[in-house]
């Protein structure tokens, strides 16, 4: 059962992982997929051909979907986020009244129809509802956003958290690859520079975690 009330105007870190641990992303697909689900579902637009825009992902490592209708209309701003192999993590501002709980329904909900399908399997997907925990600080944001985006570290063939594409850690340190569909200023707008943000986040032993979570 999820304890924190999530309040509208409030900043949020979401996370969950796979059921009993498993492994949430197998293949590039089911990270593309994620991928999508978490940037084109902040709002009620709904999308018919989802692995179509995967398959355009894979060949072009963009998606083709329109972005200004969810820009318009979204119930929640996603700052940050990190996919790793068996779980999430989001820093998630809660537009209006119930865009947290929607918008995490909404994704878990299609990623679990999802992976279900590919993989034959019956069940739950995730260990049960999302975690949240407000942010009640900026320099909580800061170090969050630090811990969220050195989670690739863990993972032992990535040489650099720059390169590694289930992140946006690139696009707060290198190009913003989304535009308007994460809202990296939040962040950066604290640091006179992306190098300086990156410095941070390098020198950064920020702890938001215990290690019984992965």
Request: hydrophobic share 30%.
């Amino acid at each position: 059962m999820r304890l924190t009330p999530i309040v509208e105007d409030e900043t949020y870190h979401i996370y969950n992982r796979g059921n009993q641990k498993q492994t949430l992303f197998r293949s590039e697909r089911d990270y593309a997929r994620m991928l999508f689900l978490i940037l084109f579902f902040q709002s009620p637009e709904t999308f018919r051909n989802i692995g179509r825009q995967v398959d355009f992902f894979v060949n072009n490592g963009f998606f083709d979907a329109e972005k200004e209708k969810v820009i318009s209309d979204r119930f929640v701003e996603l700052i940050n986020f990190c996919l790793m192999p068996n779980h999430f993590h989001m820093t998630v501002r809660n537009v209006t009244d119930d865009g947290i709980p929607t918008y995490l329904h909404r994704i878990q909900n299609a990623y679990g129809r999802y992976f279900n399908t590919r993989y034959e399997k019956t069940g739950h997907v995730f260990q049960g509802t999302y975690k949240a925990k407000r942010i009640s600080s900026d320099g909580q944001l800061q170090h969050l956003s630090a811990y969220i985006h050195k989670n690739p570290k863990e993972i032992k063939n990535v040489k650099s958290i720059e390169d590694y594409p289930w992140s946006s850690y690139p696009d707060h340190v290198q190009q913003n690859r989304w535009g308007n569909l994460i809202v990296p200023d939040i962040i950066l707008g604290g640091y006179t520079s992306k190098e300086k943000y990156k410095n941070f986040v390098k020198t950064s032993t920020a702890k938001e975690l215990d290690n019984n979570f992965t």
